[in-house]
């Protein structure tokens, strides 16, 4: 039987299980981040640095300073942006080329 990957997020005083594969991109908003899924968007209180070290999650990859993205999510992409579900996400010059190697690899 295949175990589903999952997380937990301290949302309040509660820790929240959330299956990686629900997870559509993440966005910096100051020292929280926005961890937006198939069905929530949740506020976390820690930065896109703490939670990329805290969580070796391979599908997700930076795009942006204030953006990281589940590959495995991205409807399509230009050279400016990733589209996920109705989301535009923007690709910075410096994040673009592990972006493209990255989708490439899939």
Known sequence: EERMEVIFIRIDKRHLKVPI??????????????????????SLSQNLSQFMRTHNIPDLVRVHRSYVVNLSKVDSFDNESVYIA?????????????????????
Not at 21 to 33: F, H, R, V
Not at 92 to 99: P, Q
């Open 21 to 42: 594969d629900t997870i559509l991109y993440l966005e910096a908003a100051g020292s929280y981040l926005r961890l937006i899924t198939i069905k929530e968007k949740y």
């Open 86 to 106: 109705k989301s535009r996400i923007p690709i910075s010059s410096n994040h673009k080329e592990e972006f493209m190697t990255r989708i490439r690899d899939l």
